[in-house]
């Protein structure tokens, strides 16, 4: 497959912004979001189904990935979201209160939109997964770790995104 638009909607419930590429990563004019505040995350993946209808109209939707910031203890890896999993992941919004619900509604809303696609989840918390006990524990009790307390680490997609290009652009250092 090649890339033939990616995009990012910013400001969502607030005054939404669609930025858009081309495949070729040239920007192209985004369709102006819905007037007034309050736009939710069905509408912004509306409007992004817009935009991919007018420039790719015999396009079809397969899979949609999606960051989450938050895996918790169970998820490491990219996984599979059906109901189950996305049960799951909303256990762990006290630990992310200002991040996890609303990587979740955009998973509901594209899970509605597109529902014979693949939703794959990504998440901030994987790349640190691999640390040792001792590095993952706070100084509490060890009854506030078996419930999920305990330093996760987070940007890991960014993270590990920067370690594999440098391991290629500079392997030597």
């Known amino acids: 497959p090649r890339m033939r638009l990616s995009g990012l909607v910013e400001r969502i419930g607030e005054a939404p912004i669609l930025s858009a590429r081309d495949g070729?990563?040239?920007p192209i004019a985004a369709p102006a979001a819905a007037a007034g505040a309050g736009v939710d995350h069905a509408a912004a993946v509306a409007q992004v189904l817009?935009?991919?209808k007018a420039r790719h109209p015999e396009a079809s939707i397969d899979a949609v990935g999606h960051r989450v910031v938050h895996g918790g203890p169970v998820y490491a890896?990219?996984?599979?979201?059906d109901d189950a999993a996305l049960a799951e992941l909303e256990r762990f919004?006290?630990?992310?209160p200002l991040h996890q619900p609303h990587n979740?509604?955009?998973?509901r809303a594209a899970m509605r939109a597109f529902p014979?696609?693949?939703?794959?989840a990504c998440f901030d918390t994987a790349f640190h997964r691999s640390h040792p006990f001792v590095n993952d524990t706070f100084a509490l009790p060890r009854a506030y770790f078996d419930k999920g307390v305990r330093r996760y680490g987070f940007h890991g997609l960014s993270y590990d995104y920067i370690s594999g290009t440098?391991?290629?652009q500079a392997p030597t250092l």
């Open 24 to 26: 070729d990563g040239m």
């Open 50 to 52: 817009d935009l991919v």
């Open 77 to 81: 890896a990219p996984t599979l979201v």
């Open 93 to 96: 919004e006290p630990f992310a």
């Open 104 to 107: 979740l509604a955009g998973v």
């Open 116 to 120: 014979s696609a693949i939703q794959v």
């Open 166 to 168: 440098l391991a290629e």
